[in-house]
């Protein structure tokens, strides 16, 4: 068995650095992501004020402001985080000044819509300085009094979670009514922590209902990123052998944890306790998988579907279309390429059993298309090359050498 320890999750961290340079006073989060997304946040923090001190790896500490950002006037470039480029904008419209965002031509193109126009709505004025509701745009504010808002969710539950990072600190208490939202894990993960840093948040069903209080500041100890576990445990599903995650256990908050659940209907075996979660190896069924809610390890398992019995379909995954790049026909372009049977639709992917061969993955300097397909190189005879491998800088920069060295214990 091989114990792999992964780095925090960049989701978490993404809220925590928002949520402590919200708080009134000093936060220390321990164990925080350091890689390309989260250090763009951090440098973001520094632009609109913020003191933090990210000097070393397993602590960074921030000093929080309850009155939003200290900076009157700043310039943000957000480079490709998408959680930069759609909570800080949030953040700073809680403050009282003038503010610049630009972002990376990949997140240029991703949409802004639903964040720009719930801002607008509450007062907040927005100059796009490009395309409309793109990066980049200017953002003018006197603070925000809060009110009701209406959420379409389809694209991104990124956009609520922004709006709820901010409720607390409006002028009166923010409502939201939400349709369509996806990943809805990723929104339970928002509410949690925002608890966690003494804020009641009301759910009722799809409408959220948060009141004025203050962050408050505290330790917090930030868990393994299970979409980057993913790869980990997909490895053990696809060669043998068993791999543990400790800290990644049955009190994780991340819902990509139930990627381990999909494995385990493939013919995987898991134990999940609360220490952390264990995947061994199993002949893989194939099936149709809903992953919905867990799309950010669609390409992981898409990777592995060749080496199935009978065909995987994964289905309900259009806003994979939305991220970093077109995630379902890029996994669908690079099967292809090596030489699978692959059919796909608007929200789905179904992907036939086969023998791939090796070929050159076309990443579109997409870190999780990067990852995935490394471990379909694990079986596929001469391996698998890759036009960016550098792209993982953005959540997991020492990736491939740590996923060597864990594939080579696991074959021992």
Known sequence: MVDIRIPGSKSITARALFLAA?????????????SDDTEAFAEGLRRLG???????????????????????EAEVFCRDGATTARFLPALAATGRGSYRFDAS?????????????????????IDFLGEPDH??????????????????????????????????????????????????????????????FGIEVDVDGSTYDVRPQVYRPQAYRIEPDASSAS?????????GG???????????????????????????????TPEGTTVRGGALRGGTYNMRDISDTMPTLAAIAP???????????????LKECDRLEACAGNLRRMGITVDTGRDWIEIHPGTPHTAEI???????????FSVAALRVEGGLTFDDPGCVKKTFPDFHPVFAGFAAALKS
């Open 362 to 372: 076309e990443t579109f300097r997409d870190h999780r298309i990067a990852m995935a």
């Open 307 to 321: 080496f199935a019995e009978a065909p995987t379909r994964i289905v309900d995954v259009y806003n994979t279309r």
């Open 50 to 72: 913020y003191a933090v001190d990210s000097s070393r790896d397993d602590e960074w500490v921030i000093g929080g402001r309850a009155g939003g950002p200290p900076s009157a």
């Open 105 to 125: 031509e990949q997140m240029r193109r991703r949409p802004m819509a639903p964040l720009t126009d719930a801002l607008t709505a509450l007062g907040v004025k």
């Open 231 to 239: 790869y980990f445990f997909a490895a053990a599903a696809l060669i």
């Open 242 to 272: 068993e791999v543990t995650v400790p800290g990644l256990g049955s009190g994780a908050l991340q819902g990509d944890l139930a990627f381990v659940e999909v494995l385990e209907e493939m013919g995987a075996h898991v134990r999940i």
């Open 22 to 34: 919200a708080a009134d006073g000093e936060t220390r989060l321990s164990q925080p992501l350091r």
């Open 135 to 196: 990066h980049p745009f200017a953002l003018s504010t006197t603070g925000i009094d809060g009110g009701a808002l209406t959420l379409d969710a389809s694209i991104s539950s990124q956009f609520l979670t922004a709006l709820l990072l901010l409720a607390p600190l409006t002028r009166k208490g923010l409502r939201i009514d939400v349709s369509d939202l996806v990943s809805v894990p990723y929104v339970g993960i928002t509410v949690a922590m925002m608890r966690s």
